[in-house]
């Protein structure tokens, strides 16, 4: 029952363009996530429910409308007004990636090492110590499959 009033609020108040957003977002998060439950999906799925929520219900009033329709801009509400701003939304989610992923971790410590030993890893390894490693394997590979072989023929004895 409390489950149901707290839908039926958010509903109601989903008139506020700031709500109406949150809303938008959070069930387009929540059905993406039933569906696909991958951070990358999630977010794509709410920056769609916010897509929609703003075409089915533009922020702006009827006379801010008749004033971009003069100003010959995209009407917000519109399909060219949804592209628009999901853009700048993708451009905006891109920026803050990119301030917490990249930058914001070179002000750590241990940021900053392994941004060092990210750049250092082309001399980490050498061929002939790859090559090394090969071989090693096959013969762990080889004496495995002679065990295996030893086995099937003793189940086959029985």
Excluded at 90 to 103: D, E, Q
């Amino acid at each position: 029952m409390r489950t149901l009033l707290v839908v039926f609020m958010l509903i109601i108040l989903s008139s506020c363009s700031t709500i109406k957003h949150a809303v938008g977002g959070a069930i387009g998060g929540g059905l993406t996530a039933a569906f696909i439950p991958e951070p990358a999906a999630v977010a794509a799925g709410a920056a769609g429910g916010v897509m929609v929520t703003e075409l089915i219900l533009p922020s702006a009033s009827p006379t801010a409308i008749a004033g971009q329709v003069m100003a010959g801009g995209p009407v917000q509400g519109s399909t060219a007004s949804t592209l628009h701003e999901t853009g700048g939304l993708i451009k905006t989610l891109g920026y803050w990636w990119l301030i917490l992923f990249v930058f914001l971790p070179l002000f750590r410590k241990n940021g900053r090492n392994w941004f060092k030993k990210f750049g250092q890893i082309h001399n980490t390894v050498s061929q002939a110590d790859i090559d090394a490693r090969d071989d090693e394997q096959d013969v762990i590979m080889k004496h495995n499959e002679s065990r295996i072989a030893a086995l099937e023929e003793k189940l086959l004895e029985k």
